[in-house]
């Protein structure tokens, strides 16, 4: 399966500030997904990013509030912009290899707090 | 579109006892499934998936799951628990192609106890 580079491993930030999580992938992949894990909580799709196009963005999610870049297909990045404490959640990034045969793999994840 | 239900949020069980973790799914084709393990402070690990064929799954760890399209289950089972078995749990589901993105349920605490 493919091995993910997530940076930073945590952080914490001031509110109104903004932050950008990097995710490296050690070979080319289709599809890569941005999730957030509140604290206690599940994962929640944020956003799908394919390298070439904008990215798809679920309900309750907006590019103004998670930019995301997909410069090529090993590399991406998440903004949470404009902070504020409910933001704080662990925000992980996944890889699909074009099939399912290859399961889902994620990033060990950033774990932000807002202060 | 598709929807994964864990009913359980904690399961207590004692070392050496067999565990059951429930979980259902919703969708109106055909699905990819999969458990996933969250140790405390720690990724995500794929345990297993079914995609297609045999409904009995094997993973890792001692871990089996079977699909039941009937029921639309996908139950996760361990004959004996560890007290390393202990962390949370996750079912998910994709329904493949073009927009496979996964959704996951809500995740089931595994305490396992002495």
């Known amino acids: 399966s493919a091995v993910i580079s997530q940076k930073p491993s945590r952080d914490i930030c001031q509110r109104g500030t903004s932050l950008t999580i990097q995710c490296q992938v050690d070979?080319?992949?289709?599809?890569m997904f941005w999730y957030r894990q509140q604290p206690g909580q599940s994962l929640t799709l944020i956003a799908t990013?394919?390298?070439?196009?904008?990215?798809?963005?679920e309900s309750g999610f907006v590019i103004d509030k998670f930019p995301i870049s997909r410069p090529n297909l090993t590399f991406s990045t998440l903004t949470v912009s404009n902070m504020s404490p409910e933001d704080s959640s662990i925000y992980l990034c996944?890889?699909?290899?074009?099939?399912?045969?290859?399961?889902?793999?994620f990033g060990s994840g950033t774990r932000l707090t807002v202060v | 579109a598709q929807s994964v239900t864990q009913l359980d949020s904690q399961v207590p069980v004692f070392e050496e006892a067999p565990v059951e973790l429930r979980c259902n799914y919703s969708?109106?084709?055909?699905?990819?499934l999969f458990w996933y393990v969250q140790y405390p402070n720690q990724g995500l690990q794929l345990l297993l998936k079914?995609?297609?064929?045999?409904?009995l799954v094997k993973g890792i760890n001692g871990f089996e799951a079977e699909f039941n399209k009937s029921q639309t289950s996908f139950h996760l089972r361990k004959p004996s628990v560890h007290i390393s078995d202990t962390a949370e749990y996750f079912c998910?589901?994709?329904?493949?192609?073009?927009?496979?993105?996964?959704?996951f349920g809500t995740g089931t605490l595994l305490a396992v106890q002495p």
């Open positions: 996944s890889v699909e290899r074009g099939s399912p045969n290859y399961g889902y793999t």
């Open positions: 070979s080319q992949v289709t599809m």
């Open positions: 990013a394919n390298q070439g196009s904008e990215a798809t963005y």
């Open positions: 969708s109106s084709v055909s699905v990819y």
């Open positions: 079914y995609l297609s064929g045999s409904t």
């Open positions: 998910a589901v994709s329904k493949g192609g073009a927009t496979n993105k996964l959704i």
